[in-house]
């Protein structure tokens, strides 16, 4: 390995992970560890798991060769403070994550940079830098997952803070579970848990999203209707945020974005359907990179700095 590489950090609501990112956006391998997080850890277990990660990255070859951290986040956050209260781990609320990993890396590589922010804009970021938004100066990426995140590139650069947080715009002629206390939000409708939790009320009587995936694929009527549901609801969300932007690409990732082959097509034929033209014309695609995109987008952070905006 040669050239230099980024420590890349991303905390979620099921795992912490981190890994070492090349100047090209590639993880190198073996170099990628995780471990569980969740809405049932205490705030030091969570602690703890963001520290057993970067330990163990720490210890692998090529880290003399470090030339910062960057730090991605479930949200909200505060980029100037460094702090995060992610809705799904609800022991971190205005907690000091950026400190944490300061402090930790310190340790071993004293005078390393972190950079931090949101994992929405890691997502956006990366799909920007190396992925399916690779020129395109206008765009939204979002993850549909145990919540539903996302960032946005506005005139090539990206728009920091918590900007983007589709998962929390509302939606008309939907009701979900509550998320935060509400019902009608793009996250209350369409993540992973609450549509599973939907299906179940309509006779489905699977658990998981991956049950949800396998009927869907075998004609269960309910895991149908669900992922009709699930295209409906996360089209007019991105219509309401193209009406209001005036992009030109959503890129659509997150590990609940695969319950079915053909969702992303779905929600780009529900976009399509939009009166206005220029709301109607955004292209749809799926996510160039998996499930690596937050991890890159951290790693961007610091290898890409010229398309960050100063802390919010």
């Known amino acids: 390995m040669t050239g230099p590489v980024v420590l890349a950090v991303d905390v979620g609501g099921t795992k912490a992970e981190a890994a070492l990112v090349d100047s090209t956006g590639s993880v190198i391998d073996g170099s990628r560890f995780r471990a569980p997080t969740g809405p049932t850890r205490t705030a030091d277990e969570l602690d703890a798991a963001v520290t057993e990660v970067l330990d163990r990255v720490l210890d692998q070859r090529g880290v003399e060769r470090l030339i910062g951290v960057g730090v991605s986040c479930a949200g909200p956050v505060d980029e100037r403070d460094g702090t995060v209260s992610p809705i799904n781990l609800t022991a971190w609320r205005r907690h000091p994550l950026r400190d944490v990993v300061s402090d930790f890396v310190a340790r071993r590589s004293p005078d390393v940079p972190v950079a931090f922010a949101r994992d929405g804009v890691a997502i956006a970021l990366a799909e920007h830098w190396v992925g399916a938004g690779r020129g395109v100066a206008n765009m939204l990426g979002m993850v549909i997952s145990t919540g539903i995140g996302g960032g946005m590139i506005l005139g090539g650069r990206v728009i920091g803070g918590n900007a983007g947080h589709i998962g929390q715009i509302e939606v008309s002629e939907f009701t979900g579970e509550l998320s935060l206390g509400r019902r009608t939000t793009l ?6 848990p609450h549509l599973v939790e939907w299906a179940r009320t309509q006779g489905w009587t699977g658990a998981t999203g991956e049950d ?5 694929a075998a004609g269960d009527e309910v895991a149908d209707r669900a992922v009709a549901r699930l295209a409906d609801a996360v089209g007019q969300g991105i ?3 193209a009406a209001l932007l005036d992009i030109d690409l959503v890129v659509v990732g997150g590990g609940f974005a695969r319950v079915a082959p053909d969702l992303v097509e779905l929600i780009g034929a529900r976009v399509a359907q ?5 709301v109607a014309r955004v292209r749809v695609v799926p996510a160039g990179l998996g499930d690596t995109a937050p991890l890159v987008g951290a790693a961007a952070f610091v290898h890409r700095a010229d398309l960050m905006p100063p802390a919010r």
């Open 187 to 192: 996250e209350s409708v369409a993540s992973g």
């Open 212 to 216: 949800l995936a396998r009927d869907r």
């Open 239 to 241: 219509s309401s945020a």
């Open 274 to 278: 939009h009166p206005l033209e220029y």
